[in-house]
């Protein structure tokens, strides 16, 4: 164990009446870290999050910020601060009154409350705004007022309740790169949750995937994206075409597959130790497919197959077409590059299509 | 002569009975005066049919007043406020005499209340039930209070009851000396008067439990022993006598103060008919003794206490041997204006702590 | 010709409420102050004037009786508003699904039987042989009998008992829309309980606060019988006056004037008591 973390947890538990939302779940953030707990809703990382602020208590295990445990203290009185999901700006207080909260709490003197409160306003692009009221901001606006009235307080940890989520689209893009910059700005731990991928992928150091109350894996954006090491990462970080398979021949890391539909596979087991006879979900990427109107310019990839065209989903970079494999009759969703090569696909048109067998993984079917 | 009259309002009676078309009589009267046996007896006998609305002197004006004398064919104010109401709002309106059977009732009493109810020559009210105020003791516990102002006597402090009224003024004014019937005409003596009574019921105040407000109140007072001495009507304390021998009805020695309820009609009452028949139906004795039984004071019917339970009537004599009977102060009746004298002494005799 | 006809509906739509308000509110209140401005000067003979005005503020008694009432009903109202507020933080906050609504229900009980009841069922608790007094003997606390009865205590329990429905019910109103957010998040930036409840429950519930005290102090204002039946031997009671004048003295030009004394004096209470607190009557009611 680091001795530096500015948040550890060990084997951190919380049940209620007949239900365990956090299983013994163990990690920590090294400083100036931006660290994600990703999760689906109802995978327990609100509860996770709501110990570490010290609204709920564990049920078992401890936590620790800067080393010292905080199972017996109240929330008013952790060195964490919290943003959360509606942001939780106070309606009857002013903009200043607002941020300077926590600082009259803690009996500072009001000149000093002044100064403090102006500056870090500042910081986050709002300065002179102080004396009006709340409900006279935009919607990201109020987002970096909840941040620098949690900031001004100098917290080890901040948390960051999907704070985002009441935003618009365009807004909350925005919002995520100058989220980014505030953390790197101010230099402190951020703790954020979110099931919204694409936030946790963009913003975070350290990514935590959680389901079921487990943290199924922890890592960089990369490691989670490239290497997922379970089959719930590797179905909720990113866009993946799914089949179900039987492994026929096993060695050496690579596998020969059988799927449902009869057609044969080559791939990778992800770490799984895979054997001959054993069920796995396979994964592939839509952007490791590659396309093309000739055969022979896919006959190199491990993987092959042909299809038509069922519909282009044209989105800038982020076009995608989704085909339909004439072998099975299933659907796949591939990456669209935007060369004139296929710019003028469209529905009904024949299309070959080929990965990598290195870009096929394969992980264990869960029993039932 | 007496036999014609008779006979002329036993045919006007008759014509009533077959010729009048069945009304609806509205009564403004008393709990106990219009007891359901009676009414169910009236209305088969005469088929008019009776709303029955209880109430107490002052409402009854109040509510009279406000309808200018409507929404009721028949009311039962006392005897000495109908006049000074009548000057004051004209609420009434006066008596056929030719349609009451006089012969039913006390000639002494019917000759009384005509002459306190006149006005302008008219006559406005014939009695119907009768009774007094005085003392409520409880014997047992304080058998020295005889009159009025042994109430404020030291030995009955904290147990004493009384109703900030009018009644409990001129009460206190007898048994301080004092005539205030006779210095009703004159404002000034009679203001003068109050005066003094003032002065002694603000002393007295500590000796008071609490002013009471309805007859309920004091009986629970009275019953659970948290009082045992107070003002109040002769009928609740010959009531209260049936749960507790102890307690009963005392006349006082200034005299107890002798009340007659009455019949009149409000000014734009609608079913006459009806109202002169209920009148000449209940001062029957027996009805009377019916309605005696009910409201336990007895009525101006000639010969209506006959038909009374002997228990009654043995209570009514141990509270009145016949000196006592001699001595009840029977209200005159109020001029106009009065009250509000008696309103600002009542208002600060409750101000003075 | 399409704006005549909505013109038309609106009106044929307020007319009930017109109607109600004229026949209801505004024509009695004329008629009494019409009555008000006539001073009696003999048997059937009155004269227009302010007469009886000018009695209420010459004679100290009605003074010191109106005075007294509204001090007795401001004192009634702030206990209120301490016994209330708890119990409707617990019931906005602390409480969920069925529970919330049974101690809501539980407040409204003693609303469904009148109030001579419930004003009776204090006076069999608090008399000198009553429930209060005996249990107290018989746990040795007294050695004799105690009146409880027939003081100004008597009388603000009686009131805050009745009023308490009436201050509950708007806070709890108010308390239920605070966000439980915004406490966690008082807490998560280090205030204690006192603090957060100073600066950010009470300034939310502020509306809530102010109507159900306009309420309550307007109830316990025009309250008839709990003064009259739990008071004591001095306790005047404002309507009490009122009553005496238009029923035993039969003077209602005087009661009349009573009567808008107290509407004007009881409005002039609540229009300071909103200017001091900053509130005002159409951002409470409007909630």
Known sequence: MPDNADLECRAISKSFDDFQAVKEVSFDVPPGTFFSILGPSGCGKTTLLRMIAGFQAPSGGDLLIKGKSMLNVPPNKRPVSMVFQHLALFPMMSIGANVGFGLRQRGVNKVDIKKQVERVLERVGLGGVADRPVDSLSGGQKQRVAIARCMVLEPDVLLLDEPLGALDLKLREHMKIELKKLQSEFNTTFVYITHDQSEALVMSDQIAVMNHGVFE????????????????????VGEANKYQA????????????LTRDGVALQGVDAGEGLKEGDMTQVFVRPEAVRLSRRQEDIGNLGNTGNGTVESVLF???????????????????VALPQTSEFRDLSKGDPIFFGWEPDQTRCYRQAAG | MKSTVLFATGAALALTTFSAQADTLRLLTWGGYAPEDVVAKFEAETGHTVEVTKSNNEEMVAKLRATNGGGFDLAQPSQDRIAGAQAEFGIYKPLDMSKIDTSQFIPSMLTATKGNTMVDGEVYGVPHVWGTSGLVVNTAMAGQVQDYMDLCDPSVAGKVSYRLKRPTLIGFAFSMGMDPFAAYADADAYQAILDKVEAQLIDCKSNVKTYWGGGDEIKNLLRSGEVTAS???????WQLNDDNADITFVAPKAGALGWIDTFAMPARGRADDAAYAWINFVMQPEIAAMITTAAGNFTASQGGDAGVADALKAKYQASFPQ?????????PAVPAGLEALEGATLDRINAAK | MASDKSRLGLILLMAPLAIWLMTLIVLPHVGMFLVSLQEKVGIRQYETSLANYAVFFNEPLYWNTFARTAYMSITATVLTLLIGFPVAYYIAKLTRGRTKTTLFLMCLIPFWVSELVRTFGWMILLRETGVLS?????????????????NDAAIMTGLVYTSMLFMVVPLVTTLDSLDDSLIEAGYDLGGSSFSILREIVIPHAMPGIVSGCIVVFML?????????????????WFTGLIYDQFITRFNWELGSAFGFLLLGLSSLIVFLALKLSGQSLGKTMGR
């Open chain 3, 220 to 236: 316990s204002l025009g309250n008839y019988l709990t003064p009259i039946l739990l008071g004591g031997k001095d306790s005047l």
């Open chain 2, 231 to 237: 003002m109040a009507w002769d009928t609740g304390g």
């Open chain 1, 217 to 236: 894996q922890v890592g960089t954006a990369r490691e989670l994206y490239y290497h997922p090491t379970t089959a719930f990462v590797a179905g909720f």
């Open chain 2, 323 to 331: 000196e006592a009977i001699d001595n009840i102060k029977w209200y």
């Open chain 1, 315 to 333: 989105n800038g970079a982020n076009s995608q077409l989704i085909l339909r494999d004439s072998a099975t009759g299933s659907e796949m969703s």
């Open chain 1, 246 to 257: 039987k492994v026929q021949v096993a060695g050496a890391g690579s596998l020969q597959l």
């Open chain 3, 134 to 150: 005996s249990f107290l003997q018989y746990i040795g606390v007294l050695a004799g009998p105690v009146e409880f009865l027939y």
